[in-house]
């Protein structure tokens, strides 16, 4: 089984819906991230997570909405979703004293028409 | 947040050795530099970081240069699982600084493997 899973894996939805993309994660790692992927471009960091009670913006977090409901857990939500989020998302996760290798979940690819 | 240059792309026929270049003129003393690349359809993975020396490890090795201002990733015979692509980042490795621990991904390079 995959250490960090990504629901759902595809996903195309409209303009103004809510939606929620979740992240699990089997390595026990304290420190979880959200990033984004555009064709051509690398990931921009949206939100990250340093435990269940710290969470910090990124360099692109308007728009965007974080959970972490347990170690185990970070969602990503758009409240009112527009077609410039459609994008590649994808979750990470490291080690607290070790954050530099960070293992990544299969992606997200969001549509929004 | 100091800045990497890379080449957008670059050719390599397999089993032959690949060096991977990354500008970071502007590095400061507490940033790691770190190498992640992307297959495609699939998420980064972790390659290989460094301070100063050089590393090596099962997948490649880093060579830094003495004044820490560029670095070369070497894959010692590329096969065609190796065409991805290649991201050289700089890391904050400044306990408690803002940016520790975070990421920052450029454009990358497109490394292509011919049989």
């Known amino acids: 089984d995959a250490d960090v899973t990504q629901t759902p894996r595809n996903r195309i939805t409209k303009t103004g819906k809510r939606i929620m993309l979740e992240c699990s994660q089997t390595?026990?790692?304290?420190?979880m991230y959200w990033y984004r992927q555009d064709p051509g471009l690398g990931l921009r960091l949206i939100y990250y997570?340093?435990?269940?009670?710290?969470?910090n913006k990124g360099e692109i977090s308007d728009g965007y909405s974080v959970s972490r409901q347990a170690q185990a857990k970070f969602s990503l939500s758009l409240e009112s979703a527009i077609p410039n989020q459609t994008a590649l998302y994808f979750c990470?996760?490291?080690?607290?004293?070790?954050?530099?290798?960070?293992?990544f979940g299969p992606g997200t690819r969001l549509t929004v028409l | 947040d100091a800045k990497t240059t890379q080449p957008n792309s670059m050719e390599s026929n397999e089993e032959e050795p690949v060096h991977l270049p990354c500008n970071h003129s502007?590095?400061?003393?507490?940033?790691?530099i770190h190498w992640y690349r992307q297959l495609p359809s699939q998420g980064p993975e972790y390659v290989i970081h460094?301070?100063?020396s050089n590393v090596n490890n099962r997948m490649a090795s880093l060579a830094i240069a003495e004044d820490r201002k560029s670095s070369t990733l070497i894959l010692h015979r590329a096969t065609l699982r190796d065409a991805a692509v290649y991201y050289c980042?700089?890391?904050?490795?400044?306990?408690?600084?803002?940016?520790?621990?975070?990421?920052?991904f450029g454009q990358g390079t497109i490394l292509t493997v011919h049989p």
């Open positions: 460094g301070l100063t």
């Open positions: 990470a996760t490291s080690e607290r004293d070790y954050p530099g290798e960070q293992f």
């Open positions: 980042i700089l890391r904050d490795e400044h306990g408690g600084g803002t940016s520790y621990g975070k990421l920052t």
């Open positions: 997570s340093f435990d269940v009670k710290d969470i």
């Open positions: 502007t590095i400061s003393g507490t940033d790691y």
């Open positions: 390595k026990g790692h304290d420190r």
